[in-house]
Each structure stands twice: as C-alpha cells, then as structure tokens.
C-alpha cells in the first residue's frame, strides 16, 4: 500500500552535502529567481509564464497535498537554495510515480548536487511511501 502520509508529510532528507526541505512559501523568492532563467525553461520544455501568485499559490497548496512531495535543495554548507526536486503523479493502483528536478542556476550544473538530491528523493519514495515504480519526466 502507498503511504500518501509520507507524501502529505514529506521528511527533511540529509545527504552529504544537501538538506532536502520540504518547499513551501519560505522559498517563493527562489523559485521565482529559478524560474528567470530562460535556458532552464527551454530544457524543462516550459513555456508558461508564471506569475508570482501563481507560484504562491501553487507553494501555498503543497502542505496539504498527499499526491505529491516537493522539496527544496539546500546546500548544508551555507544554506544556499540550490533547485527542487518533486514525486508527482502519483497511482496508487500501480505504487507509482514520476520524478522531476531543477537546479537553480546553470553553474550548479555538473557538481552532482543533482545526484544527491536524485539519490536521496528516490530512496524516500521507495523506502518510505513504498513505491514499486518511479519514472523520469524529461
């Protein structure tokens, strides 16, 4: 059986180098910062113009959401928000979900915060919502 408590209550996950924190209105800023960097949303295939209380919105709604778990990336050394990382989609008939992360900048790219923060996310659902699939949204 999912566990959509653990969704609901996502846990702060600690790596060696990140703190993943469950996103909310605290981070509105960055993810708006984030969403300022036309080359991620070219990648990301956005084409959506979102609107800061679009985003509030959206960030305000995720405490009380048991389909899906966002998190912040945080680096542990100094606190600096580094991107998100989210299990969405979920199907309880199938014990599945999709995966998706950004960084929040492109000079964040290739350092393997993106690693850490895929390796600690994947375990969560597996290990703690009890998953059986977990796809990739590219």
């Known amino acids: 059986m999912v566990n959509t408590d653990a969704l609901l209550h996502p846990r702060t996950l600690n790596t060696a180098r990140l703190r993943l924190e469950p996103l909310g209105l605290r981070h509105l800023e960055h993810v ?4 300022e960097h036309q080359e991620f949303m070219r990648l990301t295939g956005t084409h959506v113009h979102y609107t800061r209380f679009e985003v509030q919105r959206l960030l305000s709604t995720l405490p009380r959401r048991n ?9 542990r050394s100094d606190g600096e928000y580094v991107g998100e990382v989210v299990l969405n989609e979920l199907d309880v008939f199938n014990h599945s979900m999709n995966f998706r992360i950004l960084l929040a900048t492109p000079d964040l790219v290739g350092q393997g915060y993106g690693t850490e923060a895929t390796n600690a996310a994947v375990q969560y659902g597996f290990q703690v919502v009890g998953l059986h699939r977990i796809r990739l949204g590219v």
């Open 32 to 35: 708006m910062q984030t969403l």
């Open 67 to 75: 389909d899906r778990a966002d998190w912040a990336i945080v680096r």
